[in-house]
């Protein structure tokens, strides 16, 4: 039996699996990772763009990378990496509930129902200060928007280093990473917390870690790990899952 065959059949057999993923679901997608060649903060300091310090030094220069990015999802599509596991949550007898730490809700767009995104969402604008939100569409237009509410400046709902992940999604990934029986760990570098210790969660509760990432990162934990592109391995590991009907 391969590998595919046999981590197939554990999915299978899974009465909840989890999925963890990070910016290389997205990465065939044509959306840039964090790290690594061609990443954002290759680019980039991170303490200038994905901080709250950095937003309150200078929000329009933060504003206009996100309505860059913005623009940047509209124009891709999911791959087959999310349409994989969109076809497993609703193929498969046991439940399916992808935690993502990725805002450009391609997983949504592929079809999967269950989606906890933990830091946010590229499309929704907050208040820097109350609680007005909205839902962003195109066209994107350049210059720093002000809160009709209370006039304070405007900015993406996503989660910056040092801010709390949103507190139910935050909870359900947690519980959900304690009950699975299966966790896939797709396309993270696992270096950001608290999402970098969900699969430490998960194995610590007995499930089965499998890993997708062509540089993996936790290979110490891992059950099965699958050094290839997200694009090709979870297609595969979907065959091999519907495949050995167990
Ligand atoms: C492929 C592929 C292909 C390529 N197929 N794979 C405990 C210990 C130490 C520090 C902390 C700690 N707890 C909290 C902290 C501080 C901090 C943190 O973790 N720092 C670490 C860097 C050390 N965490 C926080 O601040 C978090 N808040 C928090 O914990 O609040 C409480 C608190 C506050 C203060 C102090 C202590 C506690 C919030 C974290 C928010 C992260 N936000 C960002 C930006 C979101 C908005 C945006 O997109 O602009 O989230 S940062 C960025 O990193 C983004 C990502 O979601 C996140 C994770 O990155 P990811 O997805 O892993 O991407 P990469 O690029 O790192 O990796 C890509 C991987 O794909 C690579 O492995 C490739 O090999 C692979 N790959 N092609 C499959 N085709
Ligand atoms: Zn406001």
């Known amino acids: 039996m391969t590998d595919y065959e046999e981590a197939g059949r554990e999915i299978a057999r899974a009465k909840v699996v989890a999925a963890l993923t990070g910016a290389g679901v997205s990465a065939e997608s044509g959306v840039p990772t964090f790290r690594g060649q061609g990443g954002f903060w290759g680019q980039y ?24 990015r913005r623009r ?53 604008t907050i208040c820097s200060r109350c609680s007005y939100e909205r839902q962003e569409k195109p066209p994107f237009e350049q210059g720093l928007p002000r809160c009709p509410a209370c006039g304070s400046f405007l900015r993406p709902g996503v989660v910056w280093f040092g801010e709390l992940l949103p507190e139910q999604a935050l909870r359900r990934a947690m519980e959900e990473s304690q009950a699975c029986d299966v966790m896939l760990v ?27 990432n062509p540089e993996p990162a936790l290979e110490r934990i891992a059950r099965y790990v699958f050094a290839e592109p997200a694009g090709e391995a979870v297609p595969r590991l979907v065959e091999a899952a519907l495949a050995s009907g167990a």
Not at 45 to 68: I, M, S
Not at 86 to 101: F, K, N, P
Not at 190 to 212: D, K, M
């Open 45 to 68: 300091r991170v303490e200038d763009l994905a901080t709250p310090e950095g937003f309150a030094r200078d929000p329009e220069l933060v504003w206009n990378w996100y309505q860059e």
């Open 72 to 124: 940047m999802i509209m124009e891709v599509q999911p791959n087959p990496a999310h349409f994989g596991l969109a076809r497993l949550e609703r193929a498969l007898t046991g439940r399916v509930v992808i935690i993502t730490q990725n805002i450009d809700g391609l997983h949504q767009r592929a079809g999967s129902r269950d989606v906890i995104p933990v830091h946010g969402d590229l499309m929704v």
């Open 186 to 212: 797709i396309g993270t570098s696992a270096q950001v917390y608290p999402a970098a210790g969900f699969p430490l969660t998960a194995y610590g509760a007995g499930a089965t870690i499998i890993e997708v």
